[in-house]
T-cell receptor
Framework: AQSVTQLGSHVSVSEGALVLLRCNYSSSVPPYLFWYVQYPNQGLQLLLKYTTGATLVKGINGFEAEFKKSETSFHLTKPSAHMSDAAEYFCAVSEGGGFKTIFGAGTRLFVKA | EAQVTQNPRYLITVTGKKLTVTCSQNMNHEYMSWYRQDPGLGLRQIYYSMNVEVTDKGDVPEGYKVSRKEKRNFPLILESPSPNQTSLYFC?????????????FGPGTRLTVT
């Protein structure tokens, strides 16, 4: 069975600092992995996805994530946080590329001036 | 504009009063799905549909019904709502595989059951 664990329900960084949001997954078949962002009172927006191919994936707004099969991880990073990055971030896995999707509990990112 | 629409966006109702939340997509996607979002739990899949007349249970289907009579529409039905169904609901549609895999979410429907 699939599952997703996001370490840390809240992460706080200073503006300009590195952003690192952790995601570990379990899947019995090759997974598709996703990061979504949710701004207050809005829906989900896809940041980036890993389906096949290159394990380092670049997304929108300067975010990137690396699929590490040996560590079953898909951590999200951004070199320099901006105030506008403050939001909730969700990691998700879809097993074998199907549309049954499991989401993590979410990590709320706070950015301090 | 390619989009997933949900109606209503906000709904307050009472226990036991049947309600329907509509979802429509204009992207000709085969796949559609309903999720609920609760604090600390992320999004949990309620039902999904791989095509017209094909639906399947997600992780939390109890108390919900769906139907897929047309490709573009996927309504969520609560026959007898209860307070534990107070939540934020998202509809999604998608298609493809590999690099062409895509899934789009609607704006959400905030439901309160008193």
């Amino acid at each position: 069975a699939q599952s997703v664990t996001q370490l840390g329900s809240h992460v706080s960084v200073s503006e300009g600092a590195l952003v690192l949001l952790r995601c570990n997954y379990s899947s019995s078949v090759p997974p598709y992995l996703f990061w979504y962002v949710q701004y207050p009172n809005q829906g989900l927006q896809l940041l980036l996805k890993y389906t096949t191919g290159a394990t380092l994936v670049k997304g929108i707004n300067g975010f990137e994530a690396e699929f590490k099969k040996s560590e079953t991880s898909f951590h999200l990073t951004k070199p320099s946080a901006h105030m506008s990055d403050a939001a909730e971030y969700f990691c998700a896995v879809s097993e074998g590329g199907g549309f049954k999707t499991i989401f993590g509990a979410g990590t709320r990112l706070f950015v301090k001036a | 504009e390619a989009q997933v629409t949900q109606n209503p966006r906000y709904l307050i109702t009472v226990t036991g009063k049947k309600l329907t939340v509509t979802c429509s997509q204009n992207m000709n996607h085969e796949y559609m799905s309903w999720y609920r979002q609760d604090p600390g739990l992320g999004l949990r899949q309620i039902y999904y549909s791989m095509n017209v007349e094909v639906t399947d249970k997600g992780d939390v289907p109890e108390g919900y019904k769906v139907s897929r009579k047309e490709k573009r529409n996927f309504p969520l039905i609560l026959e007898s709502p209860s307070p534990n169904q107070t939540s934020l609901y998202f509809c999604a549609s998608g298609r493809g595989a590999g690099d062409h895999y895509e899934q789009y979410f609607g704006p959400g429907t905030r439901l309160t059951v008193t």
